[in-house]
C-alpha cells in the first residue's frame, strides 16, 4: 500500500482538486494521511465527501510543515510514502506508476520526479534532464517534495523531516526539509533515484511575495549546506552563481531578478553561518515526540 501524506492550511479548492485527482487512480491501493492545520471545522464537510470513495485518515497538527509531515509519518501505513502539496495534483496513473519503480528497483529507497503545470512547463524550480542516480552533486535538482517517493523504513530509519527547517519552522530557515531528508538518506547509504518521466502536476508559484520568499528560501539552503558539510569553495561557487545571475539581469535591467539573486545570496551566507544542528531552538529530533 501506499500512504499519500498530506498536509493542508487554506486550501480547501485546491485540496478538493488533488482528491478528485486520486480519485481516478488506476491503482486503488493508497491511503491518505490528511495532516490539518486549519482552524478546527474548516475541512470537515470536504473530508465527509470524499471519506466514502477514499481512505482518508484525518488528523490535526501543532503549524509547521516539518512537523506536520512528521506527525502524519507517524500514521502512514503504507510500505511507500508520498508527500503530495495540497495544491498539487496526480495524473491518472501515477500511483501504479510508483508502486511499480519501487518493484523494479529493490535497491532505491527513494524515488524522485518532475513537477509540471497544467501546460507541461516545469514549475518549482528545474530538473535533472535524464534518469540517474541522486547524489550530493546533483540533489538539488532531482525534484521537490511533491515527486518524493520513499520506502516507510528508510523515512523513519533517518527520523523524519528536521522540524527546524521549511514553511512555518521556528526559525529563520523556511526551506531546505526535503532536501536535508534526502541528504540524510544518502549519509546513510541507501539509494536514491531521479525519474524523468515521473510527473506530478502544480502550478506556477505567482509572483506575489516573490522577495520575502526568495529570502526565506536561501537561509534554508545556506543552512542545508552548512548541515551537511558542503565546504567554502562549493558555498563560493553557489555565490558567484547568483552574483552573475543577478549582473545578467542588471544588464537586462530585469531589477526584480537582480533583487532576488542578491538576497539569494545574503540569506545563504546567513543560513551557512548558522549554528550546528541541535543548537538553534525549535529542533524537536526524531518521528514519535
Given at each position: ?20 485527482s ?8 493508497f ?13 470537515e ?69 518532475r ?95 516573490r522577495?520575502?520568499?526568495a529570502?526565506?528560501?536561501a ?45 539569494w ?25
Amino acid at each position: 500500500m501506499v500512504s499519500l501524506l498530506v498536509c493542508t492550511k487554506g486550501r480547501s479548492a485546491q485540496l478538493e482538486r488533488l482528491f478528485d485527482s486520486l480519485l481516478v487512480q488506476t491503482c486503488p491501493a493508497f491511503e491518505v494521511v490528511l495532516v490539518d492545520q486549519n482552524e478546527p471545522g474548516t475541512l470537515e464537510p470536504i473530508v465527509a465527501r470524499y471519506r466514502d470513495r477514499l481512505a482518508i485518515d484525518h488528523v490535526r497538527s501543532a503549524p509547521g510543515l516539518s512537523r506536520a509531515r512528521n506527525v502524519g509519518l507517524a500514521r502512514c501505513r503504507g510500505d511507500l510514502i508520498a508527500f503530495p502539496d495540497d495544491d498539487c495534483w496526480y495524473p491518472a496513473g501515477l500511483v501504479a506508476e510508483v508502486v511499480r519503480l519501487f518493484a523494479e528497483h529493490p535497491q532505491a529507497d527513494a524515488v524522485t520526479g518532475r513537477t509540471l503545470d497544467a501546460t507541461g512547463r516545469e514549475s518549482l524550480g528545474a530538473f535533472l534532464a535524464v534518469d540517474q542516480p541522486v547524489d550530493r552533486r546533483n540533489v538539488w535538482v532531482a525534484g521537490n517534495s511533491n515527486g518524493l517517493f520513499v520506502r516507510r523504513a528508510a523515512a523513519r530509519a533517518v527520523g523524519g523531516f528536521d522540524e527546524t527547517l521549511g514553511v512555518g519552522a521556528p526559525t529563520p530557515f523556511r526551506s531546505g526539509e526535503e532536501t536535508d531528508f534526502l541528504l540524510r538518506l544518502l549519509g546513510q547509504g541507501r539509494g536514491v533515484t531521479f525519474r524523468h518521466g515521473l510527473v506530478v502536476h502544480h502550478d506556477q508559484v505567482g509572483e506575489a511575495g516573490r522577495h520575502k520568499r526568495a529570502a526565506d528560501y536561501a537561509r534554508g539552503f545556506g543552512r542545508v549546506l552548512r548541515l551537511h558539510r558542503y565546504g567554502l569553495f562549493y558555498l563560493g561557487f553557489r555565490l558567484a552563481r547568483f552574483t552573475a545571475s543577478g549582473g545578467r539581469a542588471l544588464l537586462r535591467r530585469d531589477t526584480g531578478t537582480a533583487l532576488d539573486k542578491a538576497l539569494w545570496a545574503i540569506g545563504t551566507v546567513s543560513g551557512y553561518c548558522a549554528a550546528r544542528r541541535g543548537a538553534v531552538a525549535g529542533k524537536q529530533g526524531a518521528l514519535g515526540h
